[in-house]
């Protein structure tokens, strides 16, 4: 099984939906000495084989495929998944629904119950294809699902933002904690939706959760400097997890309007900060605060409803290149991204050169 203490270099690529995370982002992670990551959220599970073989033709290396976890499938926020809960979710999507059709004169979204984010055949797929690492955020699996992967030699990931979340995910039978920290660009893996995501700083979150478990501990959020990877390492993590900073590498799949917005935003010309948001998903999720942000600050605890409503608006902007209507993740890193190739931000990371490899 897949060893983290073994990886030739301590650095993740995060696994990032939404069409940024690429073959050719995990391979070229992975073959640089770190450890790329597929992402499976919003794709169907075909696709995601596609990648899955499209990645092994590209490197040697071993690489990690990450899944959402569903309400339905998720044990530690049971009360997600009961039918009131479920039930006032749509309620307060419906509504939202209503203030967004007024509010842009567009035609919204409809909220779908049955999407479960194609988890059985997702979880069909990886237990087939046995990549080394299968990673979940958003919930954590039961623990015979965790058990059946280790089965196939697949080591299993947990993403946790506080030591309550790392000691059930541990119980379960993860075999490494992906400790997310406040910083992070995208959506908090916070284990219940409910939670307003916690504000404690990474490098005191990775001392908390190793006085729980002794789980190796990757450390995310807001890693920009090859200072930072070590200081999250220096606080007992095993290896880093990094996100943002590969988001305008040649390899990622990141939208050109972000990448615009992106590059505004290292330059000091625009967008001089990031913020929570649930206006995008439901869920909390940090990015370049814009106007969408600015206009919902209040949207509902409703993933992923809210998604799906906004999902023909988000669809809308892009294509006008509009960067005040679409999701603008990103981390509190955002000032160190380059467009250097994801082999080199790697490397330079990790602290061994950044030159050509
Ligand atoms: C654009 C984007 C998409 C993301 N999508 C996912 C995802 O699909 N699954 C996941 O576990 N984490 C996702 N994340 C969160 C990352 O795994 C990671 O926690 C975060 O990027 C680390 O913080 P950083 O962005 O400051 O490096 C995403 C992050 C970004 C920026």
């Known amino acids: 099984m897949f060893n983290l203490h073994s990886l030739p270099l301590p650095v993740l690529g995060a696994p990032m939906a939404g069409g940024v995370s690429t073959p050719e982002l995990a391979a070229a992670v992975s073959s640089a000495g770190g450890l790329g990551f597929l992402a499976a959220g919003y794709k169907s599970a075909d696709a995601v084989r596609e990648q899955i073989l499209r990645t092994r033709s590209l490197t040697g290396a071993g690489f990690g ?87 196939r030699d697949i080591c299993t990931v947990i993403t946790v933002t506080d030591p309550d979340e790392a000691r059930a995910a541990a119980g379960a ?13 995208g959506h908090r893996g916070t284990l219940d939706s409910a939670k307003a995501p916690g504000d404690v700083p990474l490098d005191e979150l990775l ?20 200072s930072d990877a070590a200081a999250a390492l220096a606080c007992g993590a095993t290896a880093v997890q990094v996100g943002t900073l590969l988001l305008l590498s040649p390899e990622a799949g990141t939208s050109p309007v972000h990448r615009l917005a992106l590059r505004e935003a290292a330059l000091g010309s625009r967008w001089q900060e990031t913020s929570l948001t649930r206006a995008f998903s439901g869920r909390p999720a940090r990015g370049l605060t814009n106007e969408f942000m600015r206009t919902y600050p209040d949207a509902p605890d409703a993933y992923p ?13 892009a294509a006008e290149g509009n960067p005040d209507g679409v999701s603008l993740w ?10 250097d190739a994801a082999g080199i931000i790697v ?5 061994v050169g950044d030159r050509e490899y």
């Open 330 to 339: 990103a981390g509190t890193g955002y000032r160190q991204v380059s467009g």
């Open 65 to 151: 495929v990450n899944l959402f976890v569903p309400d339905h499938a998720n044990t530690y926020a049971a009360n997600t998944c009961a039918a009131a809960e479920a039930d006032r979710k749509l309620a307060a999507a419906l509504a939202f629904r209503d203030r967004l059709a007024a509010g842009t004169g567009l035609e919204p979204g409809h909220p779908n119950p049955d999407d479960d984010d194609g988890w059985p055949a997702k979880l069909d797929l990886v237990l087939q294809e046995q990549p080394a690492v299968v990673s979940f955020t958003f919930g954590l699996p039961d623990a015979a699902v965790l058990a059946e992967l280790a089965g």
């Open 207 to 226: 001392r908390g959760i190793a006085e729980v478990s002794d789980l190796p501990l990757v450390a995310a959020g807001g890693i920009a400097a090859p």
């Open 347 to 351: 490397r330079r990371l990790a602290g």
């Open 173 to 185: 039978g993860a075999r490494v904690l992906c400790v997310q920290g406040p910083g992070a660009g």
């Open 305 to 317: 409803y809210i998604n799906q409503i906004t999902g023909p608006l988000r669809a809308a902007a």
